[in-house]
């Protein structure tokens, strides 16, 4: 564990407050608290992300040779990287997939190769506005699951800004003996790490993900933090930016010396992603509410409502499509009730 994760852990205010071994497992932290821990549960949660890693390096040198072979571009981003850009090849940082970002137009021959090697397709919702991504997994144990993107993320007002293109001709190339791929360089990870952690809502984060960009703002020198926070006001991502980089300033104390930064945060009421979204309903609003033009917002809930006959199929487990369209009213039930949970 290299200096400066072991000064994190040693100012993360928050650390103390995950006490349930199951709380700690689900925050991402199993493998940092092992080496303090007496708990059982905490030392095997640590083992299977050992496990785990080794099969994951396995797999994905596997997949990503393939790929090469084709000739077809791709980008590794979030926590398979990070165990070779922040982490050390270590098992520190648990994952549940392999996320892997690819030209639209090379998603047939990637998911051909995919299915060669032995992997399933779990369909998701498709459309303009819906999904950008699709889910790839194999039988084995542990399970190896392939998040193939052809968006950096879902959120549509994003995408104009961070396009494959751009990401792939400034991204970093992570070599060792034994693997190699492209990732995300610092600027455009810490930016993308920033509105992933606040995308999501407050029961689904992560906080080993503040340990990802912490550790990524510290990387970076001086010039390249001023020129993430001028790339960042450009994108329209400069509230956010500066919300994380406040919450990283009072999670670690001590160790960002971001009080500069942090005084200078605008006062303006935040961006809606930073609200707390207790309900789906309120995503969909939020959705809507980015989403430009009155056709556009159409089309959006279209796709929402009206998906293909496979992403009905898998979702139902039917092993056939006969009667499939009586399923369709089940599946909205459904939906619309998960809108005010």
Not at 330 to 335: A, P
Request: glycine fraction near 2%.
């Amino acid at each position: 564990m290299n200096a400066f994760l072991q000064k994190l852990i040693n100012n993360d205010n928050k650390l103390k407050k995950f006490s349930a071994d199951r709380q700690i497992i689900h925050q991402g932290l199993a493998p940092i608290m092992a080496q303090n821990s007496e708990s059982i549960t905490i030392q095997k949660a640590n083992l299977l992300e050992n496990v785990k890693l080794q099969n994951w390096q396995r797999r994905a040198k596997h997949l990503f040779s393939e790929l090469c072979g084709e000739n077809i571009r791709f980008l590794v981003f979030k926590g398979f990287s990070y165990t070779y850009l922040l982490y050390n090849q270590s098992n520190i940082r648990p994952y549940t997939d392999i996320d892997v970002l690819i030209n639209q137009t090379d998603y047939d021959r990637v998911s051909d190769i995919l299915i060669k090697l032995g992997y399933q397709h779990y369909p998701s919702r498709q459309g303009q506005f819906v999904s950008f991504q699709n889910s790839f997994f194999d039988g084995n144990s542990p399970q190896t699951v392939i998040d193939l993107h052809w968006q950096i993320n879902n959120r549509i007002e994003f995408h104009q800004y961070f396009q494959f293109a751009d990401l792939y001709k400034h991204a970093l190339v992570i070599k060792t003996s034994a693997i190699q791929f492209k990732t995300l360089n610092l600027i455009d990870a810490f930016i993308v790490g920033c509105f992933h952690y606040q995308a999501h809502r407050v029961e689904d984060k992560k906080h080993i993900w503040l340990y990802d960009l912490a550790i990524i703002w510290n990387i970076m020198n001086s010039q390249q933090q001023t020129n993430c926070l001028n790339k960042a006001q450009t994108t329209n991502q400069s509230k956010i930016i500066l919300t994380t980089l406040k919450q990283l300033n009072k999670t670690f104390i001590n160790c960002l010396y971001l009080d500069e930064i942090v005084a200078n945060q605008h006062k303006e009421a935040t961006e809606d992603y930073l609200l707390k979204r207790h309900r789906k309903m309120t995503d969909i609003k939020i959705r809507l509410a980015n989403i430009k033009g009155l056709r556009n917002k159409l089309k959006f809930l279209s796709e929402y409502i009206f998906q293909k006959t496979d992403y009905v199929q898998h979702r139902y487990q039917l092993k056939s499509k006969n009667w499939i369209y009586l399923y369709y009213p089940k599946m909205w039930l459904q939906d619309l009730l998960k809108l005010f949970k």
